[in-house]
């Protein structure tokens, strides 16, 4: 994993991909709670927060995504929310990976400002500037 992230890090398109990455996430947890999750339960895994059990429209893609969109930005508005078990877990996980994510997108716009900005000093790196290291 640290290969990974180090490589998005040192990469210069990083940043495009890394909210197209998130953006996709939220699609496949989009299509989970409109297609999968219903299926395995034989339920709705979404509905319409207080008000679900008088307003019967069904939930679509579109309320999924946006649904998915404002979780996995920790926004969490509440008009539409998880009524079934695995749409609860399935919310738990994608909230605990938008919040991670949020702070690794954070901290990678960081880096890249601060590799780039003149008037924060960059350390030498030992493996990129020939810098041996001896230890005594």
């Not at 339920?43 to 969109?69: E, K």
């Not at 877990?89 to 990678?108: E, H, P, R």
């Not at 790196?125 to 005594?136: N, Q, T």
Request: with cysteine; charged share 10%; proline share 6%.
């Amino acid at each position: 994993m640290g290969k990974i992230l180090s490589g998005i890090a040192r990469n210069s398109i990083s940043p495009q991909r890394a909210i197209l990455f998130f953006l996709a996430i939220s699609v496949v947890f989009s299509l989970f709670h409109w297609l999968l999750l219903p299926l395995l339960e034989g339920t709705p895994s979404l509905g319409y927060g207080a008000n679900r059990l008088s307003d019967p429209r069904s939930v679509g893609f579109l309320d999924c995504l946006y649904f998915s969109v404002t979780t996995q930005t920790t926004v969490g508005y509440g008009d539409i929310t998880p009524i079934s078990s695995l749409g609860k877990v399935a919310t738990i996980i994608q909230a605990a990976f938008g919040y991670f994510y949020l702070a690794f997108l954070f901290a990678l716009f960081a880096s890249k400002m601060a590799t780039r900005s003149k008037g924060i000093p960059t350390y030498p790196h030992p493996e990129k500037d020939g810098i041996v290291l001896r230890m005594h």
